[in-house]
Each structure stands twice: as structure tokens, then as C-alpha cells.
């Protein structure tokens, strides 16, 4: 009897995790509510709280483990020794486009609802200290990439680099293309709008150390 117990309750569980990750795929965090997460998920809204004190905590049940596989997969890349500061820059931008469009459904959730300043601390929710995280990986790459000293100019380059990154993501969200489909047809074409971004960088910076 306990076992079947704890079978429903963990069945109740997934179709709670179901029902949000659908819902905020369709509409967005921030316009759904408990009630009707309870409702897709066909359970009382009183139900959810006995698994997930509030709209936050199903935020992170569906993102920290994604967010974390990727983190890990950039933290490895980034310290590869063997490979040099353009090639992980590249492998970055692949890795990293190819996890947004594999879960381009949930692509707002897991890096923008309930974000904060990707420049300051993180502090409070788990989601955004690992969205800074990543953040701090395209800063340590680009520093080495374009040999900057500390705080010359790397959080306006930084942010720039992410620009483009969530351009190019934001572009294919909606689209019905597959994943292989797209990174096969467009992989040439975003690797030469970052070549373009990354020498655009170099120019600047030697322009303004040469003023200085």
C-alpha cells in the first residue's frame, strides 16, 4: 500500500512538472498562474503546494537540471587545454545555440523569467546564479580571446557577445525547422558574424588603447 501510494504521489508530481513546463512554454511564466497549472495538470491547486511552495520553485524544477548540464559542458570546453581561445569561443557558440533551439519551447524560461543583472552577484534564485555563470564563461573566453586586462573594456564586449548569441537564438525560436537542420545550413554563416563581431572588438580596442 505504501508503494502504490508513493507511486501516485510521484505520478502527481511529473504531471504537475508536465503541466508548467506546457503552460510556460504556451503562454510564459509570468502569465500563468497556480490554479491553472493545477488544472492542466488535473489536481486541486492545493495539491501543488504539497510538492512546490510556490510558481518559483517549478521554475527551478524544470530549469537547474538543464541549466547545469550545460554549465558543466562550457565549463569543460572552457578549460580544455588543447584547444585554442577561438575554437572554444566557436564550440561555445555551437554548444550553446544548439541547447537553446533543442529546447527553443522553453528557451524564455530557462534564461529569462525571474532574471536579474547577468553583471552584479547573484544572489536569491539558483537559476540566476547559473545564468551568470554562464555569463562569466563568454567574459573569461573573450578576455583571453582579445587579451584584455581586467575590466578594459570585457562587460561591454561580454554583453555585445551574448547580444548576438540571443539574436541569432531569438531568430529560430518559433521556427519549425529542425535543430540539425538549422545548425547544418546556418553554422557557416553565424561562425562568420561572430569572426566579423570578434575582429570589430580587436579594431576598437587597439584604436582606443592607441588614443590613450
Do not use: W
Not at 522553453?106 to 547559473?130: I, Q
Request: hydrophobic letters at 40%.
Amino acid at each position: 500500500m505504501a508503494a502504490k501510494k508513493e507511486q501516485r504521489s510521484e505520478e502527481t508530481k511529473r504531471s504537475i512538472i508536465s503541466a508548467a513546463e506546457k503552460l510556460f512554454g504556451e503562454k510564459g511564466y509570468e502569465a500563468v498562474t497556480i490554479r491553472e497549472i493545477a488544472k492542466e495538470a488535473g489536481c486541486s491547486h492545493t495539491t501543488i503546494y504539497i510538492y512546490f511552495q510556490d510558481k518559483e520553485a517549478l521554475l527551478h524544477a524544470l530549469s537547474i537540471p538543464m541549466l547545469l548540464q550545460l554549465n558543466a559542458a562550457l565549463d569543460t570546453l572552457a578549460a580544455d587545454a588543447f584547444l585554442s581561445a577561438d575554437e572554444k569561443l566557436r564550440r561555445m557558440n555551437e554548444r550553446f545555440i544548439r541547447f537553446c533551439l533543442d529546447h527553443r519551447s522553453m528557451y524564455t524560461l530557462f534564461f529569462e523569467a525571474k532574471s536579474a543583472r547577468s553583471d552584479e552577484p547573484a544572489s536569491g534564485l539558483e537559476v540566476n546564479r547559473l545564468r551568470n555563470h554562464m555569463f562569466n564563461i563568454i567574459i573569461q573566453l573573450l578576455k583571453t580571446n582579445l587579451n584584455l586586462s581586467e575590466g578594459e573594456q570585457i562587460l561591454s564586449c561580454s554583453r555585445i557577445y551574448s547580444y548576438m548569441l540571443r539574436g541569432i537564438i531569438s531568430t529560430y525560436t518559433h521556427s519549425e525547422e529542425s535543430v540539425d537542420s538549422i545548425m547544418s545550413r546556418l553554422s557557416p554563416s553565424f561562425d562568420d558574424a561572430f569572426e566579423a563581431l570578434i575582429f570589430g572588438f580587436g579594431r576598437q580596442i587597439n584604436e582606443r588603447r592607441a588614443d590613450s
